[in-house]
């Protein structure tokens, strides 16, 4: 079974930029769909972006539509999310996840994924 794992987390100010990755550092999810999602303390989690298998097509939130850019590099298991222009209100600890089910969908609710990393802090301050 895959499993994934975060990096790239830490603090910014407004308007400076991050870049997540999420990596498979066992198994593989070359075959399937891959998502970022997002909880800010206290809340639910939320869709941030999709990619499908083959990086045919992505989807994004409209919050960060523009902002966010989610990347799938091929051949070496790492889906990577660069972010600019960040706010406060991103504050949030990140994950990704994927699902080998229905991977030309992109999907996003959280049941549609089984399998998750652990997730990494990202702070916006002003």
């Known amino acids: 079974q895959v499993q994934l794992l975060e990096s790239g987390g830490g603090k910014v100010q407004a308007g400076g930029s991050l870049t997540l990755s999420c990596a498979a550092v066992?198994?593989?999810?070359?075959?399937?769909?891959l998502a970022w999602f997002r909880q800010a303390s206290g809340r639910e989690y939320e869709f941030i972006a999709g990619?499908?298998?083959?990086?045919?097509?992505?989807e994004y939130a409209d919050s960060v539509k523009g902002r966010f850019v989610i990347t799938r590099q091929i051949g070496n298991d790492t889906v990577v999310l660069q972010m600019s222009n960040l706010r406060p209100e991103d504050t949030a600890v990140y994950y990704c996840?994927?699902?080998?089910?229905?991977?030309?969908?992109?999907?996003?609710?959280?049941?549609?994924?089984?399998?998750w990393g652990r997730g990494t802090q990202v702070t916006v301050s002003l």
């Open positions: 996840a994927t699902d080998v089910r229905s991977p030309w969908d992109i999907r996003r609710a959280t049941d549609d994924y089984r399998t």
């Open positions: 066992s198994g593989s999810f070359a075959t399937s769909r």
């Open positions: 990619v499908s298998f083959g990086a045919m097509a992505t």
